[in-house]
């Protein structure tokens, strides 16, 4: 399995929170945790950033996606509303968590709760062409649903 170093710089207020980490051996995602000063409770239908205190830095060529944990989305509703998030590899900020309520009660984050995963990718970037024409297809011009459902 290939490995790429992903530099963490923890927020002093935040030692008592975990780092992110893998939850199991082969396992894709690593766990990220809530790093909340006081209990924040999401109606349904709301949404709001989670502070992590992390600040992450990964070599160019590569991305952290920050993507739903589907057993707290299945049980609560609870999602990564801009699923996936996308920390570049010059993005020095703190990572945050853009969570929202889907579900039909009110939901609590409370501080070391794990909220979402961080999955890293290769990033491919594209080259840029404008044409007079694209090449045809099978699928032509159809649009949403025009493959079908079976």
Known sequence: MEKVELQILRDPKC????????????ASGMDVRAAVEEPVTLRPGEITLVPTGLRVAISPGYEVQVRPRSGLALKSGVTIVNTPGTIDADYRGEVGLIVGNFGKEPFTVERGMRMAQLVVGKVIQ???VEVARLPGSERGEGGFGSSGVK
């Open 15 to 26: 030692s008592d929170v975990d780092l992110p980490r893998y939850m199991s051996e082969h």
């Open 126 to 128: 594209a080259e840029i």
